[in-house]
């Protein structure tokens, strides 16, 4: 059973930066891709960043790009997200997840991974980060 255990949330000014890390556990060969969600009261849960287990290829929000970054260290068993200029809609509850779904690119030959919620079957409690203006 996969387990996610998320930490490093907090409340932040405007501009500045935050870490979040996830340790995970459990996992399987089929677990293939580890992604970041949030979720902000009254609206829908949303794909921030997912990265392949093995090959460590990233994808990321067009709200997020350049600005968060996604990595993983295979040999802690640790997902991390690195948030920069961080922005009052950044405010969430942020969640880990890891999931078994790939997509492949005939153009590029690569594996690659979406962060759409479907994709992911095992999930963290969450842990909160506030940005104020």
């Known amino acids: 059973q996969v387990q996610l255990v998320e930490s490093g949330g907090g409340l932040v000014q405007a501009g500045g930066s935050l870490s979040l890390s996830c340790i995970v556990s459990g996992l399987t060969f089929d677990d293939t891709a580890l992604a970041w969600f949030r979720q902000a009261p009254g609206k829908e849960r949303e794909g921030v960043s997912c990265i392949t287990w093995r090959t460590g290829h990233t994808t990321y929000a067009d709200s997020v790009k350049g600005r968060f970054i996604i990595s993983r260290d295979n040999a802690k068993n640790t997902l991390s997200l690195h948030m920069n200029d961080l922005k009052p809609e950044d405010t969430a509850m942020y969640y880990c997840?890891?999931?078994?779904?790939?997509?492949?690119?005939?153009?590029?030959?690569?594996?690659?991974?979406?962060?759409?919620?479907?994709?992911?079957?095992?999930w963290g409690q969450g842990t909160q980060v506030t940005v104020s203006s």
């Open positions: 997840a890891a999931g078994s779904k790939e997509y492949y690119s005939d153009d590029s030959g690569i594996y690659y991974c979406v962060a759409n919620p479907s994709d992911f079957s095992s």
